[in-house]
């Protein structure tokens, strides 16, 4: 009954209490059933913060967790793209993997100027400061997994930074973009629209044929960058939802 509850351990250190993921995908599920599995949560984890995530399709859910004090959050598209031939690089940035302790840390205060729109990041019961905590904590576990790979977007000429992205490698040629992030683009240059140009270059070194994420419904600039500009289709949708025990 539990199967499709789990404990955030990342998230669980930085909050210092538990944080729970909680999968709703029966079609059949009841107001009895989902308030008993709300309950059982409770008893079991003590937790600081439950997280709902079901599909769209499936809304009288939305009205069930709203009568148990679940509060929205976004709404996400989950999406995916095949990765095209390499072109050539035209740009006056490139980008490079990081790969040392020192762009390690020069990442993680760029990050500081960077705005993200992650279901904790917009949250306006969770603090700014513990939102970039969880992404920062991430990045770090991204560094030392062989298995995910961070890129930063890097000027030629004065080697600044501008932005990143993060993703993890499965066996099947298929990448999930983890996180992504620039400063605000400026008059001549759209750092956002750079890295997917780039990306591109690193994938098929990577022998990558398929890169998925997910990206939020809450901004509309977003939907409509990836989906028309950077060739995303949309595979799913889903809504988030969750409940603040403490904080």
Same mark, same amino acid.
């Given at each position: 009954?539990?199967?499709?509850?789990?404990?955030?351990?990342?998230?669980?250190?930085?909050?210092k209490?538990?944080?729970?993921?909680?999968?709703?995908?029966?079609?059949?599920?009841? *107001?009895?059933?989902?308030? +008993? =599995? &709300?309950?059982? #949560?409770?008893? %079991?984890?003590?937790?600081?913060?439950?997280?709902? $995530?079901?599909?769209?399709?499936?809304?009288?859910?939305?009205?069930?967790?709203?009568?148990?004090?679940?509060?929205?959050?976004?709404?996400?598209?989950?999406?995916?793209?095949?990765?095209?031939?390499?072109?050539?690089?035209?740009?006056?940035?490139?980008?490079?993997r990081v790969?040392?302790?020192?762009?390690?840390?020069?990442?993680?205060e760029?990050?500081?100027?960077?705005? *993200?729109?992650?279901?904790? +990041? =917009? &949250?306006?019961? #969770?603090?700014? %400061?513990?939102?970039?905590?969880?992404?920062?904590? $991430?990045?770090?576990?991204?560094?030392?997994?062989?298995?995910?790979?961070?890129?930063?977007?890097?000027?030629?000429?004065?080697?600044?930074?501008?932005?990143f992205?993060?993703?993890?490698?499965?066996?099947?040629?298929?990448?999930?973009?983890?996180?992504?992030?620039?400063?605000?683009?400026?008059?001549?240059?759209?750092?956002?629209?750079?890295?997917?140009?780039?990306?591109?270059?690193?994938?098929?070194?990577?022998?990558?044929?398929?890169?998925?994420?997910?990206?939020?419904?809450?901004?509309?600039?977003?939907?409509?960058?990836?989906?028309?500009?950077?060739?995303?289709?949309?595979?799913?949708?889903?809504?988030?939802?969750?409940?603040?025990?403490?904080?």
């Open positions: 009954m539990m199967k499709n509850v789990r404990v955030d351990q990342s998230t669980s250190k930085i909050f209490g538990n944080v729970i993921d909680w999968i709703i995908n029966n079609k059949a599920v009841s *107001f009895e059933k989902i308030s +008993s =599995i &709300d309950n059982e #949560i409770k008893i %079991k984890y003590n937790p600081r913060i439950v997280t709902a $995530f079901f599909t769209s399709s499936e809304l009288q859910i939305f009205n069930y967790l709203i009568n148990l004090q679940y509060e929205f959050i976004q709404c996400r598209l989950s999406v995916e793209k095949e990765i095209t031939p390499n072109y050539y690089n035209l740009y006056p940035f490139e980008l490079v790969s040392e302790a020192n762009q390690l840390k020069e990442l993680l760029l990050c500081n100027n960077i705005i *993200f729109d992650d279901r904790f +990041s =917009i &949250d306006p019961k #969770i603090s700014n %400061k513990l939102a970039l905590q969880r992404i920062k904590f $991430f990045l770090e576990q991204s560094f030392a997994n062989k298995n995910e790979f961070i890129f930063l977007l890097v000027d030629k000429v004065n080697k600044s930074f501008h932005g992205r993060s993703f993890s490698v499965n066996t099947n040629h298929t990448a999930k973009m983890l996180l992504s992030g620039t400063v605000k683009s400026d008059a001549l240059f759209d750092y956002g629209k750079i890295i997917n140009y780039l990306e591109t270059t690193e994938f098929n070194d990577l022998d990558i044929r398929k890169v998925k994420t997910v990206i939020s419904i809450n901004n509309y600039d977003e939907i409509n960058r990836y989906i028309s500009e950077f060739s995303y289709k949309v595979v799913n949708a889903n809504i988030v939802l969750r409940k603040i025990y403490s904080l």
